[in-house]
């Protein structure tokens, strides 16, 4: 059984930073895909940035604004976010997939106030 527990998320000014953070429990490898999704009122849940055996990807809408980062040995994984705009306004979920099973966090708030 995988948990993951969010936090970091808040109200942030436009061009302010956030760091979000997503601790796992259960048996996690670094070959396993761990990422952020976000989903914005009346909007599809959207990748936002995805981290595997040590390669990232990042979504065109936060590319040069985000780093995502993991520390295996935590089962953690971070996501950085700098120079928020308004329309980053979202819930932020950690995802992980294991076995083939997705598995997300409870999500946690992100608001960015022009």
């Known amino acids: 059984q995988v948990r993951l527990v969010e936090s970091g998320g808040g109200l942030v000014q436009a061009g302010g930073s956030l760091r979000l953070s997503c601790a796992a429990s259960?048996?996690?490898?670094?070959?396993?895909?761990m990422g952020w999704h976000r989903q914005a009122p009346g909007k599809q849940r959207e990748l936002v940035a995805g981290?595997?055996?040590?390669?990232?990807n990042y979504a065109d809408s936060v590319k040069g604004r985000a780093i995502i980062s993991r520390d295996n040995a935590k089962n953690a994984v971070y996501l950085q976010m700098n120079s928020l705009q308004p329309e980053d306004t979202a819930v932020y979920y950690c995802?992980?997939?294991?076995?083939?099973?997705?598995?997300w966090g409870q999500g946690t708030q992100v608001t960015v106030s022009s």
């Open positions: 981290i595997t055996s040590g390669r990232t």
């Open positions: 995802h992980v997939i294991v076995a083939g099973v997705n598995y």
């Open positions: 259960g048996s996690i490898f670094s070959s396993n895909v």
